[in-house]
């Protein structure tokens, strides 16, 4: 009982988020035309997945008490990347994922040494990488375009069910042990397995819990005798590789590769904004990147609302903005149990 | 200089000719040390003796400069504090080492936590902590909670069952009692009995002589940075331990002091004057043109009560009457205000005194823009006579007043801060620690100043760990031990016996 109260508040945060979203999303449901609907799911979780990848993406370097800029441009470079791979046999297809994960994972690695070995604070080294990754996606994709394997295409953004009938297995999606199954749309699955098999085994690992020592105590850490540059090199390679997914999945949704400037740093601001949404503390050290995927959540959510009741789409970011400054404020409660104002300042 | 052990093969740790300098101060000084399995050692000495030194460099946190440390008889080297953790020594520093963020059960076992296929066994972490906050009486505490919501006393046990973890078989506690309470020492004291029954060294400084009394087998003085003498615990009595505390050898030149007036008028008051758990119940009055001197060993609340003048803490609680008049500072800007006119300078310049990339001029003049301006705007004329009459006053040694303060030399930045405080024209100057680090001429230059300041009527508060200081500048001194003062000193009472007796709130063994 006492464990649950502990636990409770210690993810107050998270929790409020949590509810904020099932709140917004119901909501959205009621008043859509064709609400709780698989359609209506299977679309969501397409216009979110990618959102809620570099979310995840900027949570390990914010987590370290770094901030990570090129998020977006990482997710950008990898979609140009894989627009030019995602074709051919399907060893060439797995290939060319394999390889888009790895340019992003190198990304992210290329960061980390540049804050460690450089002794570059993470806003300015990812600021200057950013641009450089955004300049090889120009390089790649000087226009929109891409030649993207339309199979893979259409089961990666539809429900299981598609996937088998593409694939031809479960007997076309037709066998009966699978039905209770394929509905489960594929963004939604891939969220759900990318939080377990990545996510949580790293923050249970001790690289991970260094992750969040960094961020709590840089100096206490060192004095614990903890890794530190190789949990911050690692932060920011996790970073890249969640960046990396999210520019994969993109590819596979628009079928093509762009170079979009703004759109990069569109999802590097509201990456940042689902973080502390989700209850993630920008000094570091407290927050989990599945708060960071409710965050996304929250944020996608907002739109469907003002698509719903077509308001007009230019009052949304006054509205992301207020919700964004609603969850930075709660956060800035403690500054009023401080006692000596002077560790305001340190 | 020092005792050698009776049975060398016997000394667990043993340093030799360790020398340490830090700049030009030499903190450690050709010091012969070694403790042994299955005793409690306790290391005494005032501020600077280099006690601290002493375990940094036996826990890997500093090198030392000259001399080696054997371990078992073999030679050995720390380059960092996991090192020493591996070789068995632990230390529980002073400051905590705690992650705030961290569960308690997290922090116990940050460094070497329990794994089951590569990952943290968060169950077998748990068990682990429940069983050393059990042997260390804490049963009370959860180890889910983080440790930024506990309070000091408890975090400390964390950071002691921290220590525990790392099965040590030196164990050494930098004032690991300080913070707790007196049911804690208890349970403490008895895990060290039993640890050191087991056959750990265990090394402890304290500032507590009841506690050294109760617990340490062994005790050494150390003073200035020399090893002084070892003995069995009860082999000396107090008044003979203060004695080899003292004995400095007096190198500053202070200006003499003038005759206490008969009925100087109260300048600044505080009566009960209180603080979360650091200041309790202060009563103090200083008078105009008195200096009066805080003493006492660190961190007994002195700072605390200097910060707390200044608008800095929150919560204060009692009086605080400047000039017959209560005042309520909230902030610095409050403790600025004409009727208060407090000036601090603060402990550490580089942050708290200084903007070290702005000019030597704009530092001179940052606490009186107000008082410079005209309207809205600076006056460019009073601006330059003031720094002008700044640098002049306390002899700055400047190229330009335009340079980068940072350029300056320690003395000199130190100079700048008391110019930059002196221009807001303060009737009460509240100086914390401020000679530490600087030059012996400039420190000289310091004292004369803070005489004719009190010459002018104004009221000087000064902290300095240096009891030479305390001696020669202060017509009064307020010895303080854990955030109360416990004696005020005056006249030829000020000296180095009565110092160092009421610091270590002993007083009836030094008379």
Known sequence: ????????????????????????????????????????????????????????????????????????????????????????????????????????????????????Y??????????????????????????????????????????????????????????????????????????????????????????????????????AAYMSGLSIDRAKIAAFTLGGFFAGIGGLYLTLQ????????????????????????????????????????????????????????????????????????????????????????????? | MSAPPKDPAQAHVQLTGVTKRYGGVTALDNVDFSCELGSVHAVLGENGAGKSTLIKIMSGVVQPDEGEIRLDGRLASFSHPAAANAQGIVCIFQELSLLPDLSVADNISISDPPRRFGLIDAKAQRRRAEELLARIGCEDLNPMSRVRDLPLSRRQMVEIAKALAKNPNVLILDEATSALTAADVDTVFEILRRLRDDGISILTISHRMHEIEAIADKCSVFRNGKHIETFQQGARSE??????????????????????????????????????DRLKSIDLTVGAGEIVGLGGLDGQGQKELLLGLFGVLKGTSGQVIVQGNEVDINSPQDAKKAGVDLALIPEDRKTEGLMLPMSIADNLTIASLKRLSRGIFVDADAMTAAIEDGIQRMQIKVGSSADAVSTLSGGNQQKVVIAKWLMTEPKIVLLNDPTRGIDVGTKQEIYRLLRSLAETGASIVYYSTDYEELIGCCDRVAVMYDGEIVRELQGDEINERNIIASALKMDEAAQ
């Open chain 1, 1 to 116: 009982m006492n464990d649950l109260r502990v636990r409770l508040s210690q993810n107050a945060a998270l929790l409020t988020a949590i509810v904020v979203f099932i709140l917004f999303y119901v909501f959205y449901n009621m008043n859509h035309p064709r609400g709780f609907s698989v359609a209506v799911l299977i679309q969501n979780s397409n216009e979110v997945f990618t959102l809620a990848m570099v979310a995840m993406a900027q949570t390990v370097p914010v987590l370290m008490g770094g901030l990570d800029l090129s998020v977006g441009a990482i997710m950008t470079l990898v979609n140009t990347i894989a627009s030019h791979l995602l074709n051919g046999s399907p060893m060439q297809i797995a290939f060319g994922m394999v390889v888009s994960l790895a340019a992003g994972a190198a990304c992210g690695f290329v960061n980390g040494c540049i804050v460690v």
């Open chain 1, 118 to 219: 450089g002794r570059i604070q993470p806003i300015i080294a990812t600021l200057a990488t950013g641009a450089i990754f955004l300049g090889l996606a120009l390089f790649l994709r000087p226009s929109p375009g891409g030649n993207v394997d339309d199979d893979l295409s259409w089961a990666a953004t539809n429900d299981l069910y598609e996937i088998a009938a593409t694939y031809g297995f479960a007997q076309n999606g037709e066998a009966g042990w699978f039905q209770p199954i394929s509905w489960i749309p594929v963004p939604l699955l891939l969220l759900v397995l990318v939080a377990v098999l990545v996510w949580l085994p790293f923050a249970r690992s001790v690289t991970g819990r260094t992750v969040y020592a960094v961020g709590s105590g840089e100096g």
């Open chain 1, 254 to 346: 628009t079928s093509s590769g762009n170079a979009d400037i703004p759109q990069a740093g569109a999802y590097t601001l509201n990456s940042i904004a689902a973080v502390v949404i989700g209850g993630t503390s920008l000094l570091g050290g407290v927050g989990t990147a599945i708060g960071s995927i409710f965050g996304a959540l929250i944020l996608r959510t907002i739109s469907f609302n003002f698509r719903i009741f077509e308001i007009d789409p230019l009052m949304q970011p006054l509205f992301e903005g207020t919700v964004l400054l609603a969850a930075v404020s709660l956060g800035a409660f403690r500054v009023l149990r401080v006692k000596n104002t002077l560790e305001l300042f340190r």
């Open chain 2, 239 to 276: 008044g003979e331990i203060v004695q080899m505390m003292i004995g400095r050898e007096i190198t500053a030149h202070f200006p003499p002091k003038p005759p206490p007036p008969d009925s100087a008028e109260p300048m600044l008051e505080l009566k009960k004057y209180s603080w979360e």
